[in-house]
């Protein structure tokens, strides 16, 4: 089963699998529970991904979903979504913290579907590249950043693994939107000293306006927007994005 039903607007289930979604007051009591399912959205996010596979289908490259990368598992009930609703032969987590006892449960019930590694930051090209090349065996199909949600270290992510990514294929960044809540504005926000991730989202819209063939379509949901992978081919050297902005030599500016 690929298609998820809504139990109510805090629970899916596909077939005998359920999981728990961002729901109000329950959102504490759930995360620190080891013996569920539980992922960090809420409805919208998960329509906003049936959204991610209509644009994929409707590519000049159009392809199945096997391989699929997560960065930034929380308490790993993403996985089992991301795993049957896109029905991934592969796919592979990282996060920066310890194992993450749901998902390591879940890992186990896959057999060699489901790849996890811990202690990896996000900003790290080099271990990102050295996962991808080890755990998949062909193109990437579709990226899932929903790890720390900040500018430079999201930045980093998207130019280690963009290039892995097939001709078609999607790259998600969630929660790209933080900046701009009301009780963002206020200085003692803890995250009033970082910049807006929707910095990142504008130089996507920028290298989408440039037409240089390194986006095919650009989409957005409730909290999440994604990119599909256009027919430039960016593999070999080290891709930049900053070199796809075609900024007339004026500099961005960081929000």
């Known amino acids: 089963m690929t298609e998820p039903s809504f139990l109510d607007d805090e629970r899916i289930v596909f077939g005998d699998l359920e999981i728990f979604l961002l729901h109000g007051n329950d959102t504490d009591r759930l995360v620190a529970r080891d013996d569920v399912y539980f992922m960090a959205k809420s409805r919208p996010y998960v329509e906003g991904y049936a959204q991610v596979k209509a644009a994929m289908s409707r590519s000049s490259w159009a392809a199945g979903t096997q391989n699929v990368l997560e960065v930034g598992v929380y308490r790993g009930g993403s996985a089992p979504f991301l795993h049957r609703f896109f029905e991934a032969r592969r796919l592979v987590c990282i996060d920066n913290r310890t194992p993450v006892t749901p998902l390591e449960r879940y890992r186990d ?67 790209w939107t933080w900046s701009h809540g ?74």
Do not use: C
Request: no cysteine; glycine share 10%.
């Open 109 to 175: 019930l896959t057999g060699d579907v489901l790849r996890t590694h811990y202690g990896i930051d996000q900003g790290d090209a080099e271990s990102l590249r050295r996962i991808i090349e080890a755990d998949f065996t062909g193109p990437v199909d579709l990226v899932v950043d929903d790890a720390s949600h900040f500018y430079e270290l999201s930045k980093a992510t998207f130019e280690a693994v963009f290039p892995y990514l097939r001709p078609g294929g999607a790259y998600v960044l969630e929660d």
């Open 182 to 255: 009301a009780d963002a504005q206020r200085p003692d926000h803890y995250w009033w000293d970082q910049p807006a991730l929707s910095t990142l989202v504008f130089e996507f819209l920028a290298a989408y306006a440039a037409s240089t063939g390194l986006f095919e379509t650009i989409g957005f949901s409730p909290g999440m927007m994604w990119v599909t992978k256009g027919w430039r081919d960016v593999r070999g050297g080290r891709f930049r994005l900053d070199d796809h902005l075609n900024l007339r030599g004026r500099q961005f500016v960081t929000l």
